[in-house]
């Protein structure tokens, strides 16, 4: 990890602590302090749930179940891109599994699953509204239209060249 992405961590990490100590003197949310545990450590660890679960007298089982509930949240580290792939009847119907397929077959990880590097994380979602464009893929939230197997090469090429971008 480079010294930019550690200062990043540190800040956001930072500004979590902040958002849960404001959160003493203000009416907040407890999906708020979840999405700020996200964002912050790009997961939320067992130790943000039990600052969380102290702070807001919500037990941790309660709070486990909120955080299942959401495909937001994630309770393990995800990658640096997270690539989604929509199977909602729409894209599904115009062969989102073949491009899961083939991105599971170029990644060498299975849906549901994140690289052992932490670059890729790949899953699966439900429908997210742009039907009209399917199959569907989205990369840490900008969406892919259109996509059928033989793209898949073009979208993880464009990805690895931002990722050497980043390393100069
Ligand atoms: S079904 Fe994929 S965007 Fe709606």
Known sequence: MSKTNNNNGENQIKNFKIELIHYRHRDNTLISLLQSAQDSYGYIPEKAIDYISEMVGISEADIYSIITFYNSFSLVPKGKYVISVCMGTACHVRGAQFVVEELERQLGIRAGETSSDLNFTLETVNCVGACALGPVVS????????MNRDKVSTLLDSIKKDMEVEVK
């Open 139 to 146: 990369v840490n939230g900008e969406v892919y239209g259109q």
